[in-house]
């Protein structure tokens, strides 16, 4: 009996030293690691992001951060949120110049200075470009000499969507000397230097011009094109390298690429919306949303105010339309007999554009109603005539939005509020006079913004196109890494990188 207390007080004691023990090293370990974690903690290790103070999440687009007062930050205008990494103490901030959009301008003392976008441009034959314009290649170039001759676009409606005209020929004239030019973007011939791959396909134009089928023909010349354009682009050695995920491909009229989006989703797509895309074909994460380009004139020398303006609202354009559209046609029994609201059919005959720039030009607010799709070329319009756009379309993505604030000129109203009985028109009725001018003098500020031409200019919609892409170069960097990880020693079946699957589960 005394052996066996021995050894049961002897485990006590045991088990008493051990637990002793690991208490004294647990302690000891605690502090020797505050130690070294406030050692080696400085301010320029702060992500600011992480921080609940809402005034932190205050910078940009591009990489650009703008200097802060450390007592009282303040969000940057125009500038999208960004965790800010805090310069180490008794640094001296230099001041910044900015540029109208608010982000810093390029200078010999930041690190932050926008880079030019490189872009490799298929030399795809004519038939798809400026062949579709009429033109004819003269040589082995399948590209026009724009020293000799710009080939012209066809007007009228077509020039709404003629994004991928623009973005071309600002391509083309980067590698030409003496063409005034911006360089947001410029073509290089070595796919493998090149930020992103552009596919230079007229597809707006090509559905416009091409979509019916004539009568000796099985199917359309639009989608006979769609059709070699997937077979040429999804076998070149750049697309097999990618996935597509570092192409762009331009599909600005809603119909255009109807039978290639599926089996190009992978790419970069510049869309006027997403009226008629499945989220995972097509998203505001992956894609650019782009202007239309205006049709009626813009309002150069603009000198009228508010009280020069005599209609209250505009609207002027088709009433009946199908899909999300249905609130024209309640918002014309709501607005038909109000006086100073004008609100009636019209289409581009019998000099109806013309008409539409004298009445938007002599409005103060102008209707921009979800039509087919929910974006239409009137809002654009109505920019250019400093109208002050109000916009019916709960579903509409604008663009560049994230870098404009479009509620300093324009008035959003939620879709099943303006169909309610004179809660649109009392609306517009209650907007002041002041309140108004801010709009109308920020219009005229922004407008540049969205001025398609050639050759392009600093600010205009052509640069601001080049400066959305740029701004998702690093997600398409970073899609095309992981799409390689077990590309470059795996074993491709015929030598061939797998099928590009399904978009079932789109990220």
Known sequence: MAEKHSSSSLGIISRKSMFCLFSFVSALFTLSWFFAVRSTVSAGFIDLSLSPHPKLNSVIDNGNSAS?????????????????????????????EKDDLGDVKCNSFANNCNQVLKVFMYDLPSEFHFGLLGWKPQGASVWPDLRAKVPAYPGGLNLQHSIEYWLTMDLLASEIPGIPRVGS?????????????????????????????NPHQKKSKNKSLQEKLVNFVTSQKEWKRSGGRDHIILAHHPNSMLNARM?????????????????????????????????IKSYGNDSSNFDSRPTL????GAIYRKDGGFARQELFYLLKDEKDVHFQFGSVQKDGMNKASRGMHSSKFCLNIAGD??????????????????????????????????????????????VREKLLINLVRSIKKDDWTRMWQKLKEVENFFEFQYPSKEGDAVQMIWKAVARKAPAIRLKVNKFRRFSRFGTPKDGVLRKIPSPSNFW
């Open 68 to 96: 802060w007062n450390r007592s009282d930050v303040e969000p940057s205008i125009g500038n999208r949120a960004r965790a800010i990494l805090v310069d180490n103490e008794g640094d001296e901030e230099k001041p910044q």
């Open 185 to 213: 973007a410029v073509r290089v011939q070595n796919s493998s230097e090149a930020d992103v791959i552009f596919v230079p396909f007229f597809s707006s134009l090509s559905y416009n011009r091409y979509s019916k089928v």
């Open 263 to 295: 089996k190009l989703w992978t790419a970069m797509f510049i869309l006027a919306d997403f009226g008629r895309y499945s989220p995972k074909i097509a998203n505001v994460g992956k894609d650019v949303i782009a202007p239309y380009k205006h049709i």
């Open 313 to 316: 609202l505009y609207f002027q």
């Open 373 to 418: 799709t929910p974006s239409s070329n009137r809002l654009f319009d109505a920019i250019a005539s400093h109208c002050v756009p109000v916009i019916i379309s709960d579903d509409i993505e604008l663009p560049f939005e994230d870098v404009l604030d479009y509620s300093e000129f324009c008035i959003f109203v939620r879709t099943s509020d303006a």
